[in-house]
């Protein structure tokens, strides 16, 4: 009797393989940045990455992190079992019609089909204000893992990034480039990442008005040396090793 040879593991497909490395990123920061909170906080550059999340308060940053993980590990998951099946991840792009139209007679018009009731759908706490009790809920795992089958990647990563208060000036580069992509190619929206960023720095600033010493700290500096300064490295670059206290 013969036995049966082993079968090997599908290589993982180039489009996946490229947002997997993304999204370990993601995880490996979110990670870092729970691990060294407390110290992160007291550093007066902090007030960097503070501007981006909207709020000082720990316990909200700490909140949204936990729940831009845990998108990330269902986005991961995702993925990878995409991958095992040999399915590729594909470009979501205007159909040529839409880009040529001048090629093309005009439609017929016709009756607009009877649409269905739908019920009102949950807003995405990630896009609502600190203030709407609303945006302090936790998907379950089985509703990330749905809405992660259902929605586009490219809008998963912006909400993951809306999480995880990412924005171009803490990233390495090439990393933030690699997320500008994934929104472009997989139907994320830059426009919106940077509409709730201006709503999180007005909130951030009336934030700091009440609090006078924070007032001597340039939060708009982005500089290189301040970002290291505020979280350790800068977000895509390999994180530095956490030594135990």
Request: hydrophobic share 35%; aromatic share 8%; with cysteine.
């Given at each position: 009797?013969?036995?049966?040879?082993?079968?090997?593991?599908?290589?993982?497909?180039?489009?996946?393989?490229?947002?997997?490395?993304?999204?370990?990123?993601?995880?490996?920061?979110?990670?870092?940045?729970?691990?060294?909170?407390?110290?992160?906080?007291?550093?007066p550059e902090f007030a960097t990455a503070a501007a981006v999340?909207?709020?000082?308060?720990?316990?909200?940053?700490?909140?949204?992190?936990?729940?831009?993980?845990?998108?990330?590990?269902?986005?991961?998951?995702?993925?990878?079992?995409?991958?095992?099946?040999?399915?590729?991840?594909?470009?979501?792009?205007?159909?040529?019609?839409?880009?040529?139209?001048?090629?093309?007679?005009?439609?017929?018009?016709?009756?607009?089909?009877?649409?269905?009731?739908i019920g009102p759908r949950r807003p995405e706490p990630a896009?609502?204000?600190?203030?709407?009790?609303?945006?302090?809920?936790?998907?379950?795992?089985?509703?990330?893992?749905?809405?992660?089958?259902?929605?586009?990647?490219?809008?998963?990563?912006?909400?993951?990034?809306?999480?995880?208060?990412?924005?171009?000036?803490?990233?390495?580069?090439?990393?933030?480039?690699?997320?500008?992509?994934?929104?472009?190619?997989?139907?994320?929206?830059?426009?919106?990442?940077?509409?709730?960023?201006?709503?999180?720095?007005?909130?951030?600033?009336?934030?700091?008005?009440?609090?006078?010493?924070?007032?001597?700290?340039?939060?708009?500096?982005?500089?290189?040396?301040?970002?290291?300064?505020?979280?350790?490295?800068?977000?895509?670059?390999?994180?530095?090793?956490?030594?135990?206290?």
């Open positions: 009797m013969t036995r049966a040879a082993p079968t090997k593991p599908r290589p993982i497909p180039g489009r996946i393989g490229s947002v997997l490395r993304v999204v370990a990123g993601l995880i490996a920061y979110a990670r870092h940045f729970a691990a060294t909170a407390a110290a992160r906080v007291a550093v999340l909207g709020t000082y308060d720990l316990p909200t940053i700490l909140h949204r992190m936990r729940r831009g993980m845990l998108r990330a590990l269902a986005l991961q998951e995702y993925l990878l079992a995409r991958a095992a099946r040999g399915r590729d991840l594909r470009f979501l792009r205007p159909p040529y019609s839409a880009l040529q139209p001048h090629r093309h007679p005009p439609a017929k018009p016709q009756a607009a089909p009877q649409a269905k009731p896009l609502l204000s600190q203030d709407d009790p609303r945006a302090f809920r936790l998907p379950t795992n089985e509703e990330l893992a749905a809405e992660t089958r259902r929605r586009p990647v490219g809008r998963t990563i912006a909400y993951i990034c809306l999480d995880l208060g990412i924005a171009p000036g803490l990233c390495e580069g090439e990393f933030w480039y690699r997320i500008g992509s994934i929104l472009r190619h997989y139907g994320g929206s830059l426009d919106r990442l940077y509409r709730v960023r201006r709503q999180r720095e007005e909130n951030f600033q009336r934030e700091r008005d009440r609090r006078p010493e924070t007032w001597h700290i340039d939060w708009r500096d982005m500089h290189p040396s301040t970002v290291r300064r505020a979280l350790g490295y800068r977000i895509g670059e390999p994180p530095p090793a956490i030594v135990p206290s």
